[in-house]
């Protein structure tokens, strides 16, 4: 199938790269010249494992290019795809983007196969595709929906296991204006296995958000379980937990053996969800129901409790070191969460800045995403380029970011290099570990002893 993808970020760059793998011919568009030819190359415009090597296989084969030209993609389509950006404002989301990628869409569909389904799978608020992008693409083709389709097919890749998540999917979802469109959007993923739900756009739609705030959901209700844990002596969070994830109905046992679902991971204290999905989609969410004249307490109570707890985890930091003025904290990770570079909506960028407000100076290292975080350098935010560096002389280290290299640090020596060894896991990642007697490591969810 010829395929015209729309916007060249993580998802639409990881999805044109797995399609071509399938065979499909598939060209992705994207404005800026750069990173069409870095595309072209078989280069990576982002960190994202696996990535690489595919786009290198696809691109050498043919089967994947890139081009600044959207009506050289169109000819001959039969779908195309919207992968643009919905980046968060005032309003919950702007769509803006969507809507400029449906319009120039519309413009070229002339060039396009007789029968041509226009795809959104940028994640948008329920409703935006039956009415924005149908109404975009309908004026500038000068076409009725009937003549061409619509579909709406949300992704569900996580950064860091993109890739992987394309290949193995639990479910594809395939919102469509009627069985045609549905039909042919379809086509692009057969010969997998896993169940493909045909439904409404609207449908589609909320899938997707309902997806990530059942995620985020469950991180709030574990941090707040936490909270509560630290204040009362005696309680552990991760005792507690781990009592609720032996709950049959969360972890069944089949055939003698007891499953663990992924799910459960969710199910931790932590410093709170980041990254460009979670955060942007709860608000969205939440937004998009108030416009509708829809209460929703419970996603305000996540936010909430999320926002919160970077802040919960420095006042621990306080009440184990006093004063911050002037002292120096080791933060090792900033990326929101391991496999990725990305900094978007970091809880370890939030922690920093919480402890910037009490005065400390803040030496940061991460395995992968320092390039990312010139930006974030002040007079109280150094990067460092070793673990090492980042904790000499530092009067406490914070885990921000869960890197399982954290824990294979020499911290026998690391704790003699410091002023005062304490480390605090503001990811609770690490508490398995046998940590040498020299160092005080401190998790959270965990009520601390005077
Ligand atoms: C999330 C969803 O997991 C994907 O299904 C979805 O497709 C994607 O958003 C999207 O909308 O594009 P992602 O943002 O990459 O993917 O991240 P997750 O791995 O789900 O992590 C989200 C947040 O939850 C992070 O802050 C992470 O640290 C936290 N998290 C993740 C946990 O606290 N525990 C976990 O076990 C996993």
Redesign the pocket.
């Known amino acids: 199938m010829r395929i015209t993808i729309v916007g060249t970020g993580y998802?639409g760059l990881v999805t044109g790269a797995c399609l071509a793998e399938l065979g499909h011919q598939v060209t992705c568009v994207d404005l800026i010249k750069e990173r069409v030819e870095q595309i072209n190359r078989g280069e990576a415009p982002f960190y994202e494992p696996e990535l690489p090597r595919l786009l290198n296989t696809v691109t050498r084969q043919g089967t994947l290019q890139a081009s600044t030209s959207l009506p050289e993609a169109m000819r001959e389509c039969e779908l195309s795809m919207i992968t643009v950006g919905t980046p968060a404002n005032a309003d919950g989301i702007d769509l803006t983007a969507v809507a400029d990628a449906a319009g120039q869409i519309g413009t070229w569909l002339h060039l396009a196969a007789p029968y041509h389904v226009v795809t959104v799978k940028s994640?948008v608020t329920p409703g935006t595709t039956a009415t924005l992008v149908r109404s975009r693409v309908e004026a500038a083709s000068r076409q009725s929906l009937g003549k061409f389709g619509l579909c709406m097919n949300p992704?569900?890749?996580?950064?860091?296991a993109a890739v992987t998540?394309f290949r193995n999917p639990d479910r594809i979802v395939i919102g469509q204006s009627d069985q045609r469109a549905g039909n042919l959007a379809a086509e692009m993923y057969r010969g997998f296995t896993c169940p493909v739900i045909m439904t409404t756009l609207e449908n589609a739609e909320m899938i997707?958000y309902t997806?990530?705030t059942l995620?985020a959901t469950l991180?709030s209700f574990s941090n707040e379980i936490a909270s509560l844990c630290e204040a009362i002596p005696g309680c552990d969070v991760d005792a507690v937990m781990d009592a609720i994830h032996l709950d049959k109905r969360l972890s069944p046992i089949v055939n003698g053996e007891r499953i663990k679902p992924?799910i459960l991971?969710?199910l931790?204290t932590?410093s709170?969800?980041?990254?460009?999905?979670?955060p942007k989609?709860v608000l969205a969410l939440r937004m998009f129901a108030k416009h509708i004249s829809v209460s929703t307490p419970l996603l305000d109570a996540v936010t909430e409790v999320n926002t919160n707890r970077p802040r919960v985890v420095v006042e621990r930091i306080i009440r184990t070191l006093g004063s911050l003025r002037n002292r120096k904290i080791a933060m090792l990770g900033l990326a929101?969460?391991p496999g990725?570079d990305d900094l978007r909506f970091s809880?370890a960028i939030e922690i920093i800045n919480h402890l910037r407000q009490h005065g400390a100076i803040i030496h940061a290292y991460d395995p992968v995403a320092l390039p990312a975080a010139a930006g974030i350098q002040n007079e109280q935010v150094i990067l460092s380029d070793s673990p090492e560096s980042a904790v000499t002389d530092a009067d406490a280290a914070v885990i921000g970011t869960a890197w399982p290299e954290f824990a294979e640090l020499d911290w026998h020596t690391f704790s003699n290099l410091m002023k005062t060894p304490y480390l605090f896991d503001a990811r609770n990642a690490f508490r398995d570990k046998n940590w040498p007697a020299s160092l005080r490591y401190i998790p959270i969810g965990v009520c601390i002893e005077e």
């Open positions: 998802v994640t992704e569900f890749l996580r950064e860091g998540d997707k997806s990530n995620l991180i992924d991971s969710y931790r932590s709170g969800y980041g990254g460009s999905c979670l989609d929101f969460k990725t809880p």
